[in-house]
Nanobody
């Protein structure tokens, strides 16, 4: 599976961005999908996860109420809508697919496929 993330860019604080991650080579419909981010000098952190059917999504506390993860299995794509962005959201964002169909947050432990990352920069 190849995951291709896109949609990053430079935005002012308070603005919005929508990240997309399209897959090729295999359907993602049976996999839990997620977004991670890594800020300069910091460890990678889990941002959000969504189960195979979209019935459950989970978020890091830092992004709850501002970010929304969604998926379109027909398009083999996962999205991350980011609103009310803050400078501390600046990071490289990665999409990933877990081999488990139904897991949530840090309960997902089989992240097998990764996208290449897209840079989000939020200016103050």
């Amino acid at each position: 599976v190849q995951l291709q993330a896109s949609g990053g860019g430079l935005v002012q604080a308070g603005g919005s961005l929508r990240l997309s991650c399209a897959a090729s080579g295999r359907t993602l419909s049976a996999l839990t999908l997620g977004w991670f981010r890594q800020a300069p000098g910091k460890a990678r952190e889990l941002v959000a996860t969504i189960t195979w059917s979209g019935s459950r999504s989970d978020y890091a506390d830092a992004v709850k109420g501002r970010f929304t993860i969604s998926r379109d299995n027909a398009k083999n794509t996962v999205y991350l809508q980011m609103n009310t962005l803050k400078p501390e959201d600046t990071a490289v964002y990665y999409c990933a697919a877990d081999l488990t169909a139904y897991c949530s947050g840090y309960g997902c432990t089989s992240w097998e496929f990764w996208g290449q990352g897209t840079l989000v920069t939020v200016s103050s």
